[in-house]
T-cell receptor
Framework: DSGVTQTPKHLITATGQRVTLRCSPRSGDLSVYWYQQSLDQGLQFLIQYYNGEERAKGNILERFSAQQFPDLHSELNLSSLELGDSALYFC?????????FGPGTRLTVL | GIQVEQSPPDLILQEGANSTLRCNFS?????LQWFHQNPWGQLINLFY???GTKQNGRLSATTVATERYSLLYISSSQTTDSGVYFCAVYDMRFGAGTRLTVKP
């Protein structure tokens, strides 16, 4: 157990819908990273937050947005879902040199 | 952006064998990590190694930053070593991974 929690574990929804993925970093970690893992694109960095502020942005679509709340948990919002958004979404937090990954949320868009 | 390439893409070993996984990157970096993704999908950090050599049990890693590559060594492999090994630079750019299968 990495100490990073993600909910839900699985999510099945339809095209055009909107979903919210939630992540809680390890106790004391200020950073949250979001990644997407799909068969065709591999592991892609989406966005990073540090203590509530956006720190870095990667290949995040305009239909996707994220935020980190004062209690340091983070939410990734995916809207106007397409079939190609089906993937495993990971969040991670960092303690010094080490990143700790959550178990992921598997999103299936039908 | 920085390109990260891993080789080989697939590796099949008998239990007890040794292996070397390679990660090449296209520009100088000062942040490089190795991860293991187990068959259940969990990603585990193995090493943070922007330069030099580190060892942790049967695993060790070496990064030669001036020559833009990093190596992950697995000795006396076990079936639990199976999975996909990724290198990543700056937390943002991952290689495609090496899928390792260790057979009993």
């Amino acid at each position: 157990d990495s100490g990073v929690t993600q909910t839900p574990k699985h999510l099945i929804t339809a095209t055009g819908q909107r979903v919210t993925l939630r992540c809680s970093p390890r106790s004391g970690d200020l950073s949250v990273y979001w990644y997407q893992q799909s068969l065709d694109q591999g592991l892609q960095f989406l966005i990073q937050y540090y203590n509530g502020e956006e720190r870095a942005k990667g290949n995040i679509l305009e239909r996707f947005s994220a935020q980190q709340f004062p209690d340091l948990h983070s939410e990734l919002n995916l809207s106007s879902l397409e079939l190609g958004d089906s993937a495993l979404y990971f969040c991670a937090s960092r303690d010094g040199d080490t990143q700790y990954f959550g178990p992921g949320t598997r999103l299936t868009v039908l | 952006g920085i390109q990260v390439e891993q080789s080989p893409p697939d590796l099949i070993l008998q239990e007890g064998a040794n292996s070397t996984l390679r990660c090449n990157f296209s520009d100088s970096v000062n942040n490089l990590q190795w991860f293991h993704q187990n068959p259940w999908g969990q990603l585990i950090n193995l090493f943070y190694i922007p330069s030099g050599t580190k060892q942790n049990g049967r695993l060790s890693a070496t990064t030669v930053a001036t020559e833009r590559y990093s190596l992950l060594y697995i000795s006396s492999s076990q079936t639990t070593d199976s999975g996909v090994y990724f290198c990543a630079v700056y937390d943002m750019r991952f290689g495609a991974g090496t899928r390792l299968t260790v057979k009993p």
